[in-house]
């Protein structure tokens, strides 16, 4: 004969019709286990959330470890445990014990697998959004965005995609669950030509979400996927969901979400699926944002040089030829003065050493090919020479001997450009006379770069900028930014105690993890 409620409760110990009326009443699970952790009775709400008929519970052994129950049990001694249900999804219970008369034991439960997995989605979504503030590039922001939604319990594989028009390529901005998907677009690009349908195509047309239940078995059985065949049948997954990328009303591409056997995409998930596709999106948008300003930064700077090159070569070029016909003036004339041609000659020489020196460090500016050869300090020293004789600025560049950065050749022209800007504000509007250049290590080992002048502070643009120079200020300053970002440093910009200007660039030092720390300073020319 089977456990019965008598055999869990001592004859008079409480009457089983209040026993019975307390258990109904709740509205979360409650139990009995008799001394071998089998179940002996349970109430209504239990049995529902175990998803079996009382028949087929009772005697069976419970899911609740009974080993290490304190005499007191009470509520603060939660537990939890996962429960297979008869359709085969798996839910999580949340569980606390007491002992009852005859070794029994009392378990109260309900179920918080919504509860946790929201948790998991708010955890992701956080992290995500650090990932958007962090990353410098948009590959690896949308990896980490892919995942975070793939490490939450009931996804098994995530795609971002973005394209401009439906009948483009698809370009793969985020990845994860699934094995080795480097040639996907192709493969897909191959199914659409054998006529596949593409489900996720209607959410990019209409900006809505798509939910296509069993959509792995649809797949794999259809000869048009046949391409993706390999791809698509490594992940343990059955339902799919496609949420559109939406941002200031323009769809730029969507998230799939390959979800795990048993897993319906309900609301809780489609609401996680939709702030992760926002992220996304808003990571999307700002990094086409600021290719823009990068395209207008260097637009603006094609100008400068050719302002430049008008105010300096140019003129000194138009001045050696008026002096190339004085001088042969001179010599058709019978009484040439030798000391006037001598003069004139002397004159021309002056005026071409110029014109040479500023084509050369205008060709500098253009691409400094110094760097490779002589390394960075090097470099900036050769270029605060010509900027210390063409505008007469006294620049101090110090450096201790063995500081030379290890860094690559691309992260020291982009360290480079930087002073280069620095040093270029300085001239145009510091109103400056000496300018100090330092090169350091910090005790983290991180290389610090500071450009400090005497000139006018943080006043130097009130009221005294046009309007183009205060958008090539601000388009500077984002083009410093964007170059110490690129590398994972920090950049600070703003005035000193003492007075006068400074920026000061902090990059990772060697073996240092590069990834963009999206701070700085928010003061600027």
């Not at 958007?132 to 939450?152: H, N």
Request: proline residues 5%.
């Amino acid at each position: 004969m089977g456990p019965t409620a008598e055999s869990a409760w001592s004859p008079g110990t409480i009457d089983d019709s209040v026993l019975q009326a307390l258990m109904e009443v709740s509205a979360d699970g409650l139990a009995v286990l008799d001394r071998y952790g089998r179940f002996v009775m349970l109430n209504t709400a239990a049995t529902e959330l175990l998803g079996l008929p009382p028949d087929e519970i009772v005697g069976r052994t419970a899911p609740f470890e009974i080993g290490d129950v304190s005499p007191h049990g009470s509520r603060q001694d939660r537990h939890h445990t996962a429960w297979s249900a008869p359709d085969g999804r798996r839910r999580d219970l949340e569980y606390c014990l007491a002992p009852v008369a005859g070794g029994a034991h009392a378990v109260w439960f309900s179920d918080v697998t919504d509860a946790l997995r929201q948790q998991e989605r708010l955890t992701a979504i956080a992290r995500a959004a650090s990932s958007v503030a962090d990353a410098c590039s948009l590959r690896a922001t949308l990896d980490a965005v892919a995942r975070e939604i793939a490490m939450t319990a009931n996804i098994a594989a995530v795609q971002i995609l973005a394209m401009d028009d439906p009948r483009d390529e698809l370009r793969v901005l985020g990845m994860a669950g699934f094995d080795d998907a480097a040639d996907f677009t192709e493969r897909l690009s191959a199914c659409r030509r054998r006529g596949a349908r593409v489900s996720f195509m209607d959410a990019f047309q209409n900006g809505e979400p798509v939910v296509v239940p069993h959509r792995k078995a649809a797949i794999l059985s259809d000869p048009a996927w046949a391409p993706l065949h390999g791809i698509m049948s490594y992940p343990d997954w059955d339902s799919f969901v496609s949420m559109p990328l939406i941002v200031r009303g323009r769809v730029l591409g969507v998230i799939n979400a390959y979800y795990v056997p048993d897993e319906d995409p309900g609301p809780h998930s489609l609401a996680f699926l939709e702030a992760m596709a926002d992220h996304a999106a808003v990571a999307i948008d700002t990094a086409s944002l600021l290719t823009q300003t990068r395209s207008q930064a260097q637009l603006d700077e094609r100008r400068r040089l050719a302002r430049d090159l008008h105010d300096s070569v140019v003129q000194q070029l138009l001045s050696m030829r008026m002096q190339a016909k004085a001088l042969h003036a001179q010599l058709d004339r019978v009484d040439a003065d030798p000391g006037r041609i001598r003069s004139g000659a002397e004159e021309l020489a002056e005026l071409s050493r110029s014109a040479l020196a500023d084509l050369r460090g205008l060709v500098f500016e253009l691409r400094p090919l110094d760097l490779a050869e002589r390394g960075l300090v090097e470099a900036v020293r050769a270029h605060a020479a010509s900027q210390q004789a063409r505008n007469g600025l006294a620049i101090d560049v110090r450096a201790s001997p063995d500081l030379e950065p290890d860094s690559g050749i691309d992260v020291q022209e982009d360290l480079y450009r930087i002073i280069q800007e620095a040093l270029h504000n300085v001239v145009k509007h510091a109103h400056a006379t000496a300018v100090k250049i330092r090169f350091a290590r910090s005790e983290d080992g991180d290389l610090v770069v500071e450009v400090i002048d005497n000139g006018c502070g943080p006043d130097r643009t009130s009221g005294t900028s046009t309007a183009g120079e205060a958008e090539h200020e601000t388009l500077g300053l984002v083009s410093m930014r964007e170059r110490t970002q690129r590398w994972g440093g920090r950049l600070d910009v703003g005035a000193c105690p003492a007075g006068g200007w400074m920026v000061r660039v902090v990059l990772p030092g060697p073996g240092a993890s590069i990834v963009g720390t999206g701070e700085g300073g928010t003061d600027g020319r």
